[in-house]
């Protein structure tokens, strides 16, 4: 248990010590939310709930808020957690060939990602709050965060395999801003088209608006949030179980005639 305080410790200083992350997490989700509230148009717009099935009306704005809330944080634990993950990588493995239990460096992993995503979802719930009293702010809280648990989740992965932070920067910019902007009804008029629920962001996305617009809780889609976050938080941590595991070396037979004295 000692080894995973120690680890837990480390995997959050690691993270708190990111300056970007910091700055991002301070300033450019109450910019996007403010923006998104003070710019975009007030005019109705008309939206099919696909948990449900009936049109939701409500303000551009609105819509858009929670858009730009998903893409924050989803674009700052993503990269958060690829970046201290590539950067503590070799540390890791050198830490499992010294002997320090592989399974407490998991849920050390896991517990940052947690924490992280808990952390800013709630941040960035409160400010669509500040702007806007939606019908239920915990049912938000509970979208925002498994948005960002689900991108923590890729970035552990990507971290795996991308060679430095700039492609692992352009391959989560690019995967959250395909997945978010193709639900927003204001960028596009077919959101609720039968291809978007393939998206990984789909779930999130319905939990929010359900929060935001209806006083229904959508539990089949929070599910398809939860199951799109945990598959995506397992594959990351076996790759990384199965990147550091330590392959025993059987010693090779003595030549033929020598002798152990």
Same mark, same amino acid.
């Given at each position: 248990?000692?080894?995973?305080?120690?680890?837990?410790?480390?995997?959050?200083?690691?993270?708190?010590?990111?300056?970007?992350?910091?700055?991002?997490?301070? $300033?450019?989700?109450?910019?996007?939310?403010?923006?998104?509230?003070?710019?975009?148009?007030?005019?109705?717009?008309?939206?099919?709930?696909?948990?449900? @099935?009936?049109?939701?009306?409500?303000?551009?704005?609105?819509?858009?808020?929670?858009?730009?809330?998903?893409?924050?944080?989803?674009?700052?634990?993503?990269?958060?957690?690829?970046?201290?993950?590539?950067?503590?990588?070799?540390?890791?493995?050198?830490?499992?060939?010294? $002997?320090?239990?592989?399974?407490?460096?998991?849920?050390a992993k896991l517990?940052?990602?947690?924490?992280?995503?808990?952390?800013? @979802?709630?941040?960035?719930?409160?400010?669509?709050?500040?702007?806007?009293?939606?019908?239920?702010?915990?049912?938000?809280?509970? @979208?925002?965060?498994?948005?960002?648990?689900l991108y923590g989740?890729? @970035?552990?992965?990507?971290?795996?395999?991308?060679?430095?932070?700039?492609?692992?920067?352009?391959t989560i910019i690019?995967?959250?801003?395909?997945?978010?902007?193709?639900?927003?009804?204001?960028?596009?008029?077919?959101?609720?088209?039968?291809?978007?629920?393939?998206?990984?962001?789909?779930?999130?996305?319905?939990?929010?608006? $359900?929060? $935001?617009?209806?006083?229904?809780?959508?539990?089949?889609?929070?599910?398809?949030?939860?199951?799109?976050?945990?598959?995506?938080?397992?594959?990351?941590?076996?790759?990384?179980?199965?990147?550091?595991?330590?392959?025993?070396?059987?010693?090779?037979?003595?030549?033929?005639?020598?002798?152990?004295?």
């Amino acid at each position: 248990m000692n080894a995973y305080r120690v680890a837990t410790r480390y995997s959050l200083l690691v993270l708190a010590r990111n300056r970007l992350a910091m700055v991002v997490l301070v $300033g450019f989700i109450p910019l996007l939310v403010s923006l998104a509230h003070f710019v975009v148009t007030r005019n109705v717009v008309a939206f099919r709930y696909r948990a449900t @099935g009936a049109l939701l009306h409500g303000t551009g704005e609105k819509f858009t808020m929670i858009t730009c809330a998903l893409s924050a944080v989803t674009l700052l634990v993503g990269f958060a957690m690829f970046t201290a993950a590539q950067r503590s990588s070799d540390f890791d493995q050198r830490l499992v060939a010294a $002997g320090y239990p592989r399974t407490e460096l998991l849920l050390a992993k896991l517990t940052t990602l947690i924490v992280s995503a808990a952390v800013v @979802g709630a941040y960035a719930t409160a400010w669509l709050w500040w702007y806007w009293p939606m019908e239920q702010p915990l049912l938000m809280a509970v @979208g925002v965060f498994l948005a960002a648990l689900l991108y923590g989740a890729i @970035g552990l992965f990507l971290a795996l395999f991308l060679p430095g932070e700039l492609e692992g920067m352009f391959t989560i910019i690019m995967t959250s801003l395909i997945d978010l902007a193709l639900q927003n009804p204001i960028a596009n008029p077919a959101a609720d088209a039968a291809l978007i629920t393939f998206l990984p962001a789909y779930g999130a996305m319905q939990t929010c608006l $359900g929060a $935001g617009f209806t006083d229904i809780i959508p539990l089949r889609h929070v599910a398809i949030s939860v199951a799109w976050a945990t598959a995506c938080a397992v594959v990351a941590l076996a790759t990384f179980a199965l990147r550091t595991r330590i392959h025993a070396t059987s010693p090779r037979p003595l030549p033929a005639g020598d002798s152990v004295s």
